[in-house]
């Protein structure tokens, strides 16, 4: 018999604003010290206590099967779901709750008190939020029992949602066939949800080529980020003279090479340059 699934991540974006990047590999299968941000994910979940995790994946996604490794489970994804359809796959299989994470993004999720929260609260579905801290991320607001309100109403906030959340079978089941937006087509529908916010904690989005090679220099700086503003996959050899690029898998360049704003990978035994913008 197969055991519940406690944690699941989503791993199936197309990697838009990743650019080049995404034509090499899908976005949570870029690495930092040498681990991927899907593994990486998958580990914040374990230090909780969640033993059991998978992932859905579509673009590139055999690539992405190779970056989860052994311990995390792949469904592969046919057809996009949005943000909460690809929570289907694991219909029947899912703890309660069942934590779901982002796998864009990098976090010392506080997932025990998460989940003691929402068992208190006796929620179908929450939300980890923070203080919105300003930027480009769109604000949610609460109503005066905690609840998420719909977009375009204003109570208690603004706050920021984290890409944590908890489901509940019941949750769960309300998901339809086909694509899905948690907003859309599942807060409407439930009574019981909750907002639940926590002081702000280590958090780093990484959807960018420009945030990638940040994020690097900050948690990696003797691995990807070792060479001063580029990043550098585990699998590529070092050399010439570079600024802002990045230096995918089996990338080798010419020692004398000079180049700027750049992504540079191996395909078919030939090293291919793509401009980033």
Same mark, same amino acid.
């Given at each position: 018999?197969?055991?519940?699934?406690?944690?699941?991540?989503?791993?199936?974006?197309? $990697?838009?604003?990743?650019?080049?990047? #995404?034509?090499?590999?899908?976005?949570?299968? !870029?690495?930092? /010290?040498?681990? +991927?941000?899907?593994?990486?994910?998958?580990? #914040?979940?374990?230090?909780?206590?969640?033993?059991?995790?998978?992932? /859905?994946?579509?673009?590139?996604?055999?690539?992405?099967?190779?970056?989860?490794?052994?311990?995390?489970?792949?469904?592969?994804?046919?057809?996009?779901?949005?943000?909460?359809?690809?929570?289907?796959?694991?219909?029947?299989?899912?703890?309660?709750?069942?934590?779901?994470?982002? $796998?864009?993004?990098?976090?010392?999720?506080? !997932?025990?008190?998460?989940?003691?929260?929402?068992? =208190?609260?006796? &929620?179908?579905? #929450?939300?980890?939020?923070?203080?919105? @801290?300003?930027?480009?991320?769109?604000?949610? !607001?609460?109503? +005066?029992?905690?609840?998420?309100?719909?977009?375009?109403?204003?109570? &208690?906030?603004?706050?920021?949602?984290?890409?944590?959340?908890?489901? #509940?079978?019941?949750?769960?089941?309300?998901?339809?066939? $086909? @694509?899905?937006?948690?907003?859309?087509?599942?807060?409407?529908?439930?009574?019981?949800?909750?907002?639940?916010?926590?002081?702000?904690?280590?958090?780093?989005?990484?959807?960018?080529?420009?945030?990638?090679? &940040?994020?690097?220099?900050? =948690?990696?700086?003797?691995?990807? $980020?070792?060479?001063?503003?580029?990043?550098?996959?585990?699998?590529?050899?070092? +050399?010439?003279?570079? *600024?802002?690029?990045?230096?995918?898998?089996?990338? *080798?360049?010419?020692?004398?090479?000079?180049?700027?704003?750049?992504?540079?990978?191996?395909?078919?035994?030939?090293?291919?340059?793509?401009?980033?913008?």
């Amino acid at each position: 018999m197969q055991p519940l699934l406690d944690g699941f991540i989503l791993a199936a974006g197309l $990697g838009t604003r990743m650019g080049a990047l #995404s034509r090499v590999l899908p976005k949570p299968a !870029w690495t930092l /010290n040498g681990r +991927s941000l899907l593994a990486l994910g998958a580990e #914040s979940m374990r230090g909780a206590g969640l033993e059991h995790i998978a992932c /859905n994946a579509h673009h590139l996604h055999k690539r992405l099967e190779l970056a989860a490794g052994i311990g995390i489970e792949v469904y592969y994804e046919p057809m996009l779901l949005g943000s909460a359809g690809g929570l289907r796959h694991i219909l029947g299989r899912a703890a309660d709750p069942l934590a779901v994470w982002n $796998g864009d993004a990098l976090a010392e999720v506080p !997932w025990r008190r998460f989940i003691a929260e929402h068992r =208190l609260r006796g &929620a179908e579905l #929450s939300w980890l939020l923070v203080p919105h @801290p300003g930027g480009p991320w769109n604000p949610l !607001w609460l109503d +005066s029992m905690g609840r998420i309100l719909p977009p375009g109403e204003l109570g &208690a906030g603004p706050y920021h949602f984290t890409g944590a959340s908890l489901w #509940s079978p019941f949750a769960l089941g309300l998901l339809p066939e $086909g @694509p899905a937006d948690t907003k859309a087509d599942i807060l409407p529908r439930i009574r019981h949800h909750a907002g639940i916010v926590v002081e702000p904690f280590p958090w780093l989005e990484i959807g960018t080529p420009d945030q990638l090679i &940040a994020a690097a220099e900050t =948690l990696a700086p003797e691995h990807e $980020g070792r060479v001063a503003g580029c990043y550098s996959h585990p699998t590529a050899v070092l +050399s010439g003279r570079l *600024q802002r690029c990045i230096l995918g898998p089996g990338a *080798q360049l010419h020692p004398a090479m000079e180049d700027v704003n750049a992504l540079w990978f191996r395909e078919n035994d030939r090293q291919v340059r793509l401009a980033l913008p």
